[in-house]
C-alpha cells in the first residue's frame, strides 16, 4: 500500500521558473491538502480539496496554484518561483472530518 | 486569534527519563487533537486522535491525554529510537477538515 506519493523528493529552481510537484494518493481518501514547513514555523496550510473539482485556498496560498482532476492526485504549481518559496512542501490525504491526515514524504525545494 | 503552541521547542533526555510534552490550544469548536512523529527527512507519521477532554491513548511508551486547553504526550522510559520532533494539530469548527499544527518538540533521547 503505497499511501501518499510526492515526486520530486527534491528539486532546485532559479528564481522565475515555474515547476509541479505531484501529489497522489491510492487510498481513495476524497480530503487531499498542500503544506509548507519551514524551521520554526510548523506545517502552514497552502492549498486544499475536499474532492474532484474542488479546490479552495489555505493560510499561504500566494504563489501557488492547484487543480483536482481526479480523487487521486492532487498538483502544486508554482507558477513563478521565488527565493521565498524555498521549504520542505508536504501533500497529504484524509478519509473525512475528524479522520488523521497522512502524509507524504515531502518535497525539498530550493529556489536560488 | 486561534493558536497551537507547544512546548518544550525541544527536550533532551537520557534513556529511561520519563518526561511530558505539551500542547496548548486556543480554539472553538474542537473536533479532534491528533499527535504526529516526524523523523529527518520523512513526512510527520500519525499517532494519537483524541477527541474530548478526559480522554486518553496509549502506544507503547507513548501516552496522549486531553483537557479543555491542552493535551500532554507524556513519554515513559524513552529509548534512544523515540528521538523525533513531536507535532500536533487541531481540527475545529471553523476549519472544516482543515488542521492548524503546532511548530512542535523536538526530542532527543541519549543512550
Known amino acids: 500500500n503505497a499511501g501518499v506519493t510526492q515526486t520530486p523528493k527534491f528539486q532546485v529552481l532559479k528564481t522565475g521558473q515555474s515547476m509541479t510537484l505531484q501529489c497522489a494518493q491510492d487510498m481513495n481518501h476524497e480530503y487531499m491538502s498542500w503544506y509548507r514547513q519551514d524551521p520554526g514555523m510548523g506545517l502552514r496550510l497552502i492549498h486544499y480539496s475536499v474532492g474532484a473539482g474542488i479546490t479552495d485556498q489555505g493560510e499561504v496560498p500566494n504563489g501557488y496554484n492547484v487543480s483536482r482532476s481526479t480523487t487521486e492526485d492532487f498538483p502544486l504549481r508554482l507558477l513563478s518561483a521565488a527565493p521565498s518559496q524555498t521549504s520542505v512542501y508536504f501533500c497529504?490525504?484524509?478519509?473525512?472530518?475528524?479522520?488523521?491526515?497522512?502524509f507524504g514524504d515531502g518535497t525539498r525545494l530550493s529556489i536560488l | 486569534e486561534d493558536q497551537v503552541t507547544q512546548s518544550p521547542e525541544a527536550l533532551r533526555l537520557q534513556e529511561g527519563e520519563s518526561s511530558s510534552l505539551n500542547c496548548s490550544y486556543t480554539?472553538?469548536?474542537?473536533?479532534?487533537l491528533f499527535w504526529y512523529r516526524q523523523d529527518p527527512g520523512k513526512g510527520p507519521e500519525f499517532l494519537f486522535t483524541?477527541?474530548?477532554a478526559g480522554e486518553e491513548k496509549e502506544k507503547e511508551r507513548l501516552k496522549a491525554t486531553l483537557t479543555k486547553k491542552e493535551s500532554f504526550l507524556h513519554i515513559t522510559a524513552p529509548k534512544p529510537e523515540d528521538s523525533a520532533t513531536y507535532l500536533c494539530?487541531?481540527?475545529?469548527?471553523?476549519?472544516?477538515?482543515?488542521?492548524?499544527f503546532g511548530p512542535g518538540t523536538r526530542l532527543s533521547v541519549l543512550p
Open positions: 480554539v472553538s469548536g474542537l473536533r479532534g
Open positions: 497529504a490525504s484524509s478519509s473525512g472530518l475528524k479522520r488523521p491526515q497522512h
Open positions: 494539530a487541531v481540527q475545529a469548527a471553523n476549519y472544516g477538515q482543515n488542521f492548524v
Open positions: 483524541l477527541y474530548s
